[in-house]
């Protein structure tokens, strides 16, 4: 057959829509057609203010014009290069940017996104432990409502059954640690909950079951995003910090929503002190414009692969197509350039305590069960309706999205993410909005 140039006006089929309901969405469509700031903008015109970043990537608001220059000029210039045994001065002009921005990282490779850096996070784990003479340090452990993007490593780390069930036993080898979420102990909390720490003596238990010698690395993100943002409790990543070392074990931080200022901080690892020996990265690295991610590597673990291999020989088997593909590297550099020019991330910081504030005002609305936030993250938990989860939530997604605001659902939670140009009139409309919507769902 040849290439078809013809198109079917209006036709919603041909496209499987990742993570979808495509029959009710091809029934009732949202579409959006452009974006600016704050704002999406849909086909008939109406603006729609984007409380998720888009999906928690869109860090600087949308449609920048310093990263859109930047890709222009880039594609005029030099559209890709190979990536193995060759290079481009935009990739390491990137990459040592980036470890600039973070002390005890000195490396960093590069991907195309969260999943990839998961992916990748633990290929390193595993093949770190080999090269330091520790090759039976095989398993990985992962947490409960952990969520880790979809390849088979993070989906196998991962803690979110309706990602497990359907694709068979993945990776053999893994345990998970208990979740933190608890809401007879923490409901309603401000900032990290107090009670929860002991939860992190898990990882003892685990390491007792299988013995440490069988163990690579833990993963885990700092707060867990795509499950409903779950805060992590006072001192808990600090114990496992303590508990991962003690035992050899490497500690890897999934910062794909919480690197880039999400927290107030460049990275989680530094909003709380501790420090993992991998953490990944991706979505708000390029402001969403050009997918990316990047794994930090931390200092030691790349020269010991650079001592342990022969003379000419390749150090770690791994790489995409597309690593440090020069449109995600220029959008990438002009990205940081934007987040330090606006001073986003103290921005956010500064914004946080205003954004709790509101968030925590629709504490006594509707089937409120929950409210919680960190940095420019919080959620609002609902009580599900009996039998049919994630109904009550997808009802205020919809007619939050016909009053102009974009939010992001899980469960029976809803997630707020804004952009960290957001503006405090703005954060009042979050507010004001999610309030009426929960006046009205089921
Ligand atoms: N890790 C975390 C913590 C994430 O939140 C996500 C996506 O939301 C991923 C990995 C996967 O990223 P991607 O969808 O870019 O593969």
């Given at each position: 057959m040849s290439i078809s140039d013809v198109t079917i006006p209006n036709d919603l089929d041909s496209l499987w829509m990742p993570f979808t309901d495509n029959r009710s969405f091809k029934k009732q469509p949202r579409l959006f057609i452009e974006a600016e700031g704050m704002h999406y903008i849909t086909p008939d015109g109406r603006r729609v203010l984007d409380g998720t970043s888009g999906l928690w990537c869109v860090n600087a608001g949308h449609r920048r014009q310093p990263i859109i220059d930047a890709v222009r000029k880039q594609v005029e210039k030099l559209d890709y290069a190979p990536g193995f045994q060759i290079g481009h001065p935009l990739s390491f002009e990137f990459a040592s940017k980036l470890t600039g921005m973070v002390k005890e990282y000195s490396h960093v490779m590069f991907t195309n996104s969260g999943s990839e850096s998961v992916d990748t996070a633990l290929k390193m784990a595993l093949a770190y432990q080999r090269t330091i003479g520790e090759a039976s340090r095989t398993r990985f452990i992962g947490r409960e409502r952990g969520y880790h993007g979809v390849g088979f490593g993070g989906i196998s780390v991962g803690g979110i059954s309706p990602n497990r069930k359907m694709f068979g036993n993945m990776l053999t080898g893994i345990d998970h640690l208990s979740h933190t979420h608890n809401l007879e102990h923490n409901a309603f909390t401000r900032g990290q909950p107090d009670w929860g720490t002991h939860l992190a003596e898990d990882l003892e238990r685990i390491v007792a079951l299988h013995?440490?010698?069988?163990i690579a690395a833990v993963i885990v993100e700092p707060v867990a995003g795509s499950t409903g943002v779950l805060i992590p409790p006072k001192g808990y990543l600090k114990r496992l910090r303590e508990i991962c070392t003690k035992h050899g074990i490497l500690l890897i931080f999934d910062e794909v929503i919480t690197g880039f200022g999400r927290l107030g901080d460049s990275f989680a690892n530094e909003y709380f002190d501790v420090k993992p020996d991998l953490f990944t990265t991706a979505k708000g690295i390029t402001n969403a414009t050009v997918p990316m991610g990047a794994v930090f590597v931390r200092d030691g673990i790349y020269d010991a692969f650079m001592n342990a291999a022969p003379e000419n020989a390749i150090e770690f088997f791994h790489g995409y197509t597309y690593s440090g593909h020069p449109l995600a590297c220029a959008a990438g550099i002009a990205t940081l350039d934007v987040y330090r020019n606006d001073d986003l991330f103290a921005r956010a910081a500064e914004l946080a305590p205003y954004f709790e504030s509101a968030l925590h005002s629709l504490s006594d609305s509707n089937n409120v069960i929950d409210v919680r936030n960190l940095g420019m993250m919080g959620a609002i938990e609902l009580e599900s309706i009996p039998g049919k989860p994630t109904f009550r939530a997808m009802d205020a997604f919809q007619k939050a999205f016909d009053a102009g605001l974009l939010i992001r659902t899980t469960g029976d939670t809803i997630a707020l993410s804004p952009p960290l140009i957001i503006e405090k009139k703005q954060v009042d409309f979050i507010a004001d909005t999610v309030r009426t919507v929960l006046n009205t769902v089921h």
């Open positions: 013995d440490a010698s069988t």
